[in-house]
Structures are given as structure tokens and as C-alpha cells.
């Protein structure tokens, strides 16, 4: 994947397979859920889409796949508008949505291979195979639908979507409710997609599997795009290190003589938490440590932490609110 970087207008300077622009959604009610979204989705990587409950992920992706109109702006799939060309866009699109609603009387084998006629894709009787092979839903595919768990319904909904061969997957919210044995194999699924030049649009509510999976993030709150940036890159500019000091004896209060340090006190004045810029030269903990033993402080452990994606996201979110 080329090493490019991400405009501040959320936009990249790569190759886009999905490209969208001024992108807004106002619904009848006069509730806005899109204000303006401009987004480039790079060919060929994991884009992760971070936001609270509202913040308008559904109605985003909704809008690319074609369920829902947006208001103004415009969409492209691989060069395809997704209103003047809709057939030749949607045929390269596929969506795992979050409902587990499915065709209930159907057999594993006969919904896989309908959504692939949907799209006019010649049958594939192998290709199927190795799909659900993959889901481990092979064993189950004579079996009726309304039979399978929660969980393998949700991979028979996977096996939906990837049937007609898509170029761009979208799973929203694909682990919701789901095993932690199911979570792990669709990361797995997920990888070998990518690698297999399939650009996967994740949105979910288990931070953790942003920062395993994402190669670039984007949160989004109020209808408003807030941030695009690469994973690692985000980390570094948004995290925190924290040094926390285990002192030997409680402080009352923050001496004087340290108070244009970034210090706080905690555990009713036992820790002395310091926080320093990851981005920084000169992270201070050396001048941190002379003036405390200068002022006599005397500490028995340290140890240091730094900012989890979930740290910066919803430090985003709240700085946005």
C-alpha cells in the first residue's frame, strides 16, 4: 500500500475506490445525520469508521451501498456514480448490515446462490464453496436458515455479501453480539480479503478491533467527519504517555515549585501521574525526577502507560461536544 497522507480535508492523495464529496442528509423530520462529508477510501485498505450511537456511520455507508438517497453531494464506486451509473456501482459493492434479518425458510446453499444471481454473476458453484468453507458454514449448507445461531446467521450474512465477488466490502457493526471465536475468524476473513485487493469499510463499537485491523481511521460525530488520518499516525500525534510515581509519602497538595509541570495528583495524593508529548525530543522525565529530589519527594515504583485508540476517540468526541 503506498505510504501517502491524508489532506485535512479528510480526502487522499492516493488512489480512491470510493470517493465522496459534500455529501449532506437531512431527513424529512429536518434532522441532519451528513453534514458535508467528503471522504476518500483508498483502493485496497482497512478503513475504520469510529463514532457514537447517531453520529451518522449507518447513514453514511447506507447511502454508498444505494438503500438510502442522500440530500446533496455525490458518490463515486470505482469511478461509478452511484446515481447516473447505480447497477455498474452496486455490482461492486458488498454490504454486511447490522440486522440479522435473512431469508429465514431458505437453505444456507439456495440464499448464497440467489444474492449472486441478484447481480447477474454467472454461477460459481466453486467459488461458493471455498466462500463458505472459509465462514465454516460448508457443514451447514443444506440446513434452513431459521435453524442456524446468532452467530452463523451473521456468517451467512458475510457469505451474502462476498457471493457476487464485490471489489469494496462494508461491514457495520459485523461483530455485534457475536462469540469471541467468531470475532477473532472474521479478522482473520477480513485480512485475506485485503490481501486478495478487496478494500474493506469497517464501522464498530469494539475500539480494539479498529486499532488491530485499521490502516486508517475516521470518526466521525454529529453528521460531521472529524478526523481522517492513518492509524499509527493518529496514534502518535493524539496519544499520551503518562509516568505514574508511587510516592512514599502522600503529598497534601502539588508543590510550588512544580506547578508549570503537566503533574497531577491521584489515589488521595499517593501517585504523582506526570503526562508528556509522544511527539517531543525531550520528554522532561529526566528534569521531573531532579527537581522531586531536589524537594526531597521520595517515590518507591514508577511505571509508564500511553493512550489507547479508545483514549483518543473519545477524548475527539468529547473535545467535539
Not at 134 to 159: C, F, N, Y
Not at 218 to 224: C, H, K, N, T
Not at 292 to 307: A, N, W
Request: aromatic content about 6%.
Amino acid at each position: 500500500m503506498p505510504d501517502t497522507q491524508s489532506r485535512p480535508d479528510g480526502l487522499a492523495t492516493a488512489d480512491a475506490v470510493v470517493s465522496v464529496r459534500g455529501l449532506s442528509k437531512i431527513y424529512k423530520s429536518g434532522f441532519q445525520a451528513l453534514k458535508r462529508v467528503d471522504l476518500d477510501i483508498r483502493r485496497g485498505e482497512i478503513f475504520a469508521l469510529l463514532g457514537p450511537n447517531g453520529a451518522g456511520k449507518t447513514t453514511l455507508i447506507s447511502i454508498v451501498c444505494g438503500i438510502v438517497n442522500g440530500s446533496e453531494g455525490s458518490v463515486t464506486v470505482d469511478g461509478h456514480d452511484i446515481v447516473r451509473d447505480f447497477r455498474a456501482a452496486r455490482a461492486l459493492i458488498g454490504l454486511v448490515p447490522q440486522e440479522l434479518s435473512t431469508d429465514a425458510f431458505e437453505s444456507v446453499w439456495a440464499t448464497v446462490k440467489f444474492s449472486r444471481g441478484l447481480y447477474g454473476r454467472a454461477p460459481n458453484p466453486v467459488y461458493l464453496e471455498r466462500v463458505l468453507r472459509q465462514l465454516s458454514l460448508w457443514e451447514k449448507r443444506d440446513s434452513k436458515i431459521m435453524t442456524l445461531s446468532g452467530g452463523m446467521k451473521r456468517r451467512v450474512l458475510i457469505a451474502k455479501a462476498l457471493a457476487h465477488e464485490p471489489r469494496v466490502l462494508f461491514l457495520d457493526e459485523p461483530t455485534a453480539g457475536v462469540d469471541v471465536e467468531l470475532r477473532h475468524d472474521m479478522w482473520d476473513m477480513v485480512r485475506k480479503l485485503r490481501e486478495s485487493g478487496v478494500t474493506i469499510i469497517l464501522t464498530t463499537h469494539y475500539i480494539e478491533e479498529a486499532e488491530e485491523m485499521a490502516d486508517r481511521i475516521g470518526v466521525i460525530s454529529s453528521g460531521e467527519l472529524i478526523v481522517v488520518e492513518d492509524k499509527a499516525t493518529l496514534m502518535r500525534k493524539l496519544g499520551k504517555k503518562q509516568l505514574t510515581l508511587q510516592l512514599q509519602n502522600p503529598l497534601e497538595q502539588l508543590p510550588e515549585h512544580l506547578a508549570d509541570l503537566p503533574l497531577e495528583l491521584s489515589d488521595e495524593g499517593r501517585q504523582l501521574v506526570y503526562t508528556f508529548d509522544t511527539q517531543s525530543e525531550e520528554t522532561g522525565i529526566a528534569g521531573l525526577l531532579r527537581r522531586l529530589s531536589e524537594l526531597g519527594i521520595d517515590f518507591k515504583d514508577l511505571h509508564s502507560s500511553e493512550s489507547s485508540l479508545e483514549d483518543i476517540f473519545v477524548s475527539l468526541v468529547r473535545s467535539r461536544a
